[in-house]
């Protein structure tokens, strides 16, 4: 049979015992789970922040995009006015009803420059004609404001006299076109 006597158990020892047992469970608990805590917490925080940042971000992303699109759907005449190819010589049948059939024998459109730029290549065109009245080169103006390409009559514009009482006007056209590559 078993002995179901209780040993003699030293009440010092075990007390000290015990009491080193839980000092070091403190300190486990102390030094390591705490600053864990402390890191967690932190990190919870920071990437709270960063949510909070986040949708922000996206919400102001968001108007930004409606604001491109409805400018887009809003000035895509504008837009096509870019796309549109020019070519000179339909520029020339374009605006010959603004020229007498005389004056269109001294019409002249020759390309001076070309720049390219990123999104947007600029020609420049030097062009000199003979009209009989300023009038003339008013309905001009209005025309090429609501041609299908993008053009601005440049500065300086020359008028001259010639003896036949004619106007002769000599300007610069630039052509403002899109890129290809960027539509």
Same mark, same amino acid.
């Given at each position: 049979?078993?002995?179901?006597?209780?040993?003699?158990?030293?009440?010092?020892?075990?007390?000290?015992?015990?009491?080193?047992?839980?000092?070091?469970?403190?300190?486990?608990?102390?030094?390591?789970?705490?600053?864990?805590?402390?890191?967690?917490?932190?990190?919870?925080?920071?990437?709270?922040?960063?949510?909070?940042?986040?949708?922000?971000?996206?919400?102001?992303?968001?108007?930004?995009?409606? /604001?491109?699109? @409805?400018?887009?759907? #809003?000035?895509? *005449?504008?837009?096509?006015?870019?796309?549109?190819?020019? !070519?000179?010589? %339909?520029?020339?049948?374009?605006?010959?009803?603004?020229?007498?059939?005389?004056?269109?024998?001294?019409?002249?459109?020759?390309?001076?420059?070309?720049?390219?730029?990123?999104?947007?290549?600029?020609?420049?065109? /030097?062009?000199? @004609?003979?009209?009989? #009245?300023?009038? *003339?080169?008013?309905?001009?103006?209005?025309?090429?404001? !609501?041609?299908? %390409?993008?053009?601005?009559?440049?500065?300086?514009?020359?008028?001259?006299?010639?003896?036949?009482?004619?106007?002769?006007?000599?300007?610069?056209?630039?052509?403002?076109?899109?890129?290809?590559?960027?539509?």
């Amino acid at each position: 049979m078993a002995n179901n006597r209780p040993r003699n158990i030293n009440i010092t020892k075990a007390t000290l015992f015990t009491l080193f047992i839980a000092l070091m469970v403190f300190a486990l608990i102390y030094f390591i789970y705490i600053p864990d805590m402390r890191r967690f917490k932190l990190a919870k925080m920071t990437n709270d922040r960063a949510g909070i940042t986040l949708q922000q971000t996206k919400s102001e992303l968001r108007v930004h995009q409606d /604001n491109l699109v @409805a400018a887009k759907t #809003e000035h895509s *005449d504008k837009l096509a006015v870019l796309k549109n190819d020019f !070519s000179s010589e %339909n520029f020339h049948k374009d605006i010959s009803s603004f020229f007498s059939k005389l004056d269109l024998e001294s019409l002249k459109i020759n390309q001076s420059a070309s720049l390219k730029l990123p999104r947007m290549t600029i020609s420049e065109y /030097n062009v000199s @004609a003979e009209l009989r #009245e300023p009038a *003339d080169f008013y309905d001009f103006v209005e025309f090429i404001n !609501s041609y299908k %390409n993008a053009i601005e009559i440049a500065l300086p514009i020359n008028v001259k006299v010639d003896q036949g009482d004619r106007l002769l006007w000599s300007f610069g056209v630039k052509i403002y076109q899109s890129n290809p590559d960027q539509y």
